[in-house]
């Protein structure tokens, strides 16, 4: 019977091929979240060879996991043609999937993808979920490199794929904003940060700017760097928010 704890502790001594045959075994056996851990192995090359498109069959078997960090590696190698071939439509339908089934990066990709109306390269940074939502930044070799279409072509596939909408930016940074920070903390904070910003700038939403400084102060709290550079060009304390309204300062 396959051992997931066993497996991941293996995997956290750094005892890759051990771990990875287990992932395997729990694979074999139906166990999505293993076949998404060997599908992350495969991909990466850990305790494996490194092998993209097997790792694709084992990121499919696990498309369903809650969480939808399979649905994300899914869109990751549809994206920038990784052991598939490259397709921004297909990319895009999977990180639909993976916002919809609780992904945070997927969720900020789709809020950014509704702003600019163009299919993007991430980032931010990416997801592993050997054992959770672990932040790592991204390999490199997930960056587009290699016989790349023509950059006119290319640019013009990457704007066809959905129209630019802000209200539905709105929606998807207002899930990521929401989401429990546990085992997502920096990632939830940008979305804070970028939820916030809709108040303000007028994304999506009428302008409300004291409830954009207030979540602004809250992704502070939660650590997101842009919304403390943001406080302090503007010199927004949390005591201007407290006091009588009709003495407070707007910020600058």
Known sequence: MYDQARAMTLYHRKEYEEAAALFLEGAEDGDALASFCYGYCLLHGIGVPEDASAAKSFFSYARYMEGGESCYQLAMLYLHGIGVPRDYRIAVSYLRESAERGCVEAQLYMGVLYTTGCVFEPDIIGISMIPFHTPEYRNPYLLLEGDLPDPEEDEERRFSVVDADAREAFEWFRMA????????????????????????????????????????????????????????????????????????????
């Not at 903390?185 to 409300?208: H, M, P, R, S, W």
């Open 177 to 252: 904003a929401h989401n429990d920070p546990t085992y997502t903390k920096e990632l939830v904070a940008k979305g804070q940060y970028l939820y916030a910003k809709c108040f303000i700038d007028g994304l999506g939403t009428e302008i409300n700017r004291e409830r954009g400084a207030r979540l602004m102060l809250a992704a502070g709290k939660s650590g997101s760097a842009d919304a403390v550079a943001f406080l302090e060009e503007n010199g927004i304390r949390p005591e201007h928010l407290l006091a009588d309204p009709r003495r407070r300062k707007p910020y600058r």
